[in-house]
């Protein structure tokens, strides 16, 4: 093709994806014809002791909750938000992985990885107080006000009776196009304008999805990449934390983290359309979306370009640095994983 008609070619589709772009827009605006925008605000930054393989976070009266896990490793902390500093904590033994906390009626609830038993701790000096049992795994809890609501590390997510901790009710977490959210960790129940909404992280994604709790219906998604490659250092040093401080307002860290965030997260009420979290089917329902045809357009704008460019690009293989970190190999494995110790969630 001649350098005319190349540049014919670009020209049309860089015209395409204009004419395309305002099917984006029509997708996430309010009654108002306003962008509805889920995005995270940094307010500040605070220290986060790194040792802290964060699972759970809860605030209180102004002082933050935090559990982490690891067997040998796991404790209960009573933190200050502001300096990062621990307060108090409880450690405990090797046959404890600890993972997500509430609050619950003066007490903190605690889950465990596969013990299968919550424990109830005293919020004035953190001792034991009663435990519950249940089945299966234990990640992330909340209490809505009514229901302890907790996740297992798949999709699905239940609504516990306070006094027995027995299920009441189900419902499994999917974006607007149906797809099945898994690996939903820690958890935080909050009420908004709109109604009650779950705010969760999803584990390994740097992700943070609002979902309406009577549906499981993914209601927002919040990019939280920028965050996570200040502090990620490892496959297991995951986005994971979250606590309502205020208003929009949250703190957020991850697990082996330097540094917590008190964050804004907007649009928290409103719900944005078509939000496709997982690897959504293009060629059903998002092929008739703007994000669809956005997608299309990008990938053959990319693709052109990587076309004109190639006479320029380095010959013998070497590789060219895309800076996403998704494209590095794993990091070498953990000690702690090493010796036989599986990481969570
Ligand atoms: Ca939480």
Redesign the pocket.
């Known amino acids: 093709m001649s350098r005319t008609g190349r540049s014919s070619l670009l020209l049309s589709l860089l015209v395409s994806a204009f004419v395309f772009s305002p099917l984006i827009q029509a997708e996430n605006v309010d009654e108002y014809g306003e962008n509805i925008e889920h995005e995270i605000i940094i307010l500040s930054e605070h220290h986060h002791q790194n040792d802290a393989f964060t699972q ?3 605030m209180y009266n102004g002082t933050l909750y935090e559990s982490t896990g690891l067997y040998g490793f796991s404790s209960l902390r009573e933190v200050d938000p502001i300096t990062g500093g621990v307060i108090r904590s409880k450690l405990f033994n090797d046959t404890i992985f600890a993972e ?3 609050i619950y009626n003066g007490t903190i609830v605690m889950l465990t990885w596969k013990s299968q038993v919550a424990y109830v701790f005293e919020m004035e000096n953190l001792s034991e107080v009663s435990s519950y049992v249940y089945e299966g795994e234990g990640w ?3 209490f809505d006000g009514n229901y302890f609501v907790m996740s297992n590390g798949t999709s699905s997510i239940s609504f516990r009776n306070t006094e027995t901790f027995e299920i009441e009710r189900t419902v499994s977490v999917t974006d607007s196009f149906g797809n099945l959210i898994s690996k939903i960790n ?3 129940c909050v009420n908004t304008s709109a109604g009650p909404r779950v ?1 969760a992280n999803v584990w390994q994604q740097d992700i943070i999805v609002v979902f309406d709790p009577s549906n499981g219906t993914v209601l927002g998604e919040y990019d939280a990449s920028h965050l996570t490659s200040e502090n990620n250092h490892g496959i297991n040093n995951v986005l994971n ?4 401080s205020t208003g929009s307002e949250f703190w957020i860290t991850g697990k082996n983290w330097s540094k917590m965030y008190l964050i804004q997260m907007t649009n928290l009420s409103q719900a944005g359309e078509d939000i496709c979290v997982s690897s959504c089917n293009v060629g059903q329902d998002s092929i008739s979306s703007g994000r669809g045809l956005m997608t299309i357009t990008v990938l053959i704008v990319g693709l052109l370009i990587i076309f004109f460019r190639r006479d320029d690009m380095p010959v013998g293989g070497e590789s060219v640095e895309t800076g996403n970190r998704h494209d590095e190999q794993p990091k070498p494995t953990p000690p702690i994983q090493e010796d036989g110790v599986i990481l969570d969630d």
């Open positions: 759970g976070l809860e997500g906390i509430t992330g809890i909340c820690e958890l935080e705010i934390g979250i606590a309502h």
